[in-house]
Nanobody, 121 residues
Framework: EVQLQASGGGLVQAGGSTRLSCAASGFNFDDYSIGWFRQAPGKEREGVACISSSDGSKHYADSVKGRFTISRDNAKNTLYLQMNSLKPEDTAVYYC??????????????WGQGTLVTVSS
């Protein structure tokens, strides 16, 4: 059974930090481009950060550059998102995703259930 289980969400004070985790199982994790999307209430889903399966390059949305760090541990089949200097506008449900292509797209093959991050001001 393919699973992506996200965890680490919760209530965080503005300026604070938290780390999201996504545990993968049921597929060859290291063959997939992986990353995070988020969706705030009433807004479109947007890409946050991703790692390419081809060369391990990392890509970030402009809104999170310098504040968020994406990483993966293939030995543990786990994806992480370190979130620093959080802002209220970061409040959203965060979804991890895995894509069999060399880049992560909105047509990713697998999606996690999402974890809610709420940043208070």
């Amino acid at each position: 059974e393919v699973q992506l289980q996200a965890s680490g969400g919760g209530l965080v004070q503005a300026g604070g930090s938290t780390r999201l985790s996504c545990a993968a199982s049921g597929f060859n994790f290291d063959d997939y481009s992986i990353g995070w999307f988020r969706q705030a209430p009433g807004k479109e889903r947007e890409g946050v950060a991703c790692i390419s399966s081809s060369d391990g390059s990392k890509h970030y949305a402009d809104s999170v550059k310098g504040r968020f760090t994406i990483s993966r541990d293939n030995a543990k089949n786990t994806l992480y998102l370190q979130m620093n200097s959080l802002k209220p506008e970061d409040t959203a449900v965060y979804y991890c995703a895995a894509d069999g292509g060399v880049v992560l797209t909105t047509r990713a093959d697998y999606w996690g259930q999402g974890t809610l991050v709420t940043v208070s001001s």
